[in-house]
């Protein structure tokens, strides 16, 4: 059975950067939507980024609008977070999930993904 693959969590201080990629143990990426998620202690789990089939519809939530960028590389093997001016709040389990097919925009709900991974911890300190 496939599994999505997150890496690149830890621990750091505010404002510094980390990279979170998501990759799938069958080796690709593509034909869907690939999103990051992350859950807060004792919060829901919420949509952060996501990015489509082919790369051309982004979207990201308000509250990392112009901090954080999603990208796929071209083989579609990998899709990766930057995550750059860090803040306390941003501290959450981040998760991949996948959502089969070919849509032109990349929003959607956490309903719309049927494959997830295990999720990597970020943690932010002030």
């Known amino acids: 059975q496939e599994q999505l693959v997150e890496s690149g969590g830890g621990l750091v201080q505010t404002g510094a950067s980390l990279n979170l990629s998501c990759t799938s143990s069958r080796g690709s990426l593509s034909s869907r939507t690939v999103a990051w998620f992350r859950q807060p202690p004792g919060k829901e789990r919420e949509l952060v980024s996501s990015i489509n089939w082919s790369g051309h519809s982004i979207y990201y939530t308000d509250p990392v609008k112009g901090r954080f960028a999603i990208s796929r590389d071209n083989a579609k093997i990998t899709v990766t977070l930057h995550m750059n001016s860090l803040k306390p709040d941003d501290t959450a389990v981040y998760f991949c999930?996948?959502?089969?097919?070919?849509?032109?925009?990349?929003?959607?709900?956490?309903?719309?993904?049927?494959?997830w991974g295990q999720g990597t911890q970020v943690t932010v300190s002030s």
């Open positions: 999930a996948s959502r089969w097919g070919f849509y032109n925009d990349a929003s959607g709900s956490i309903d719309d993904y049927e494959l």
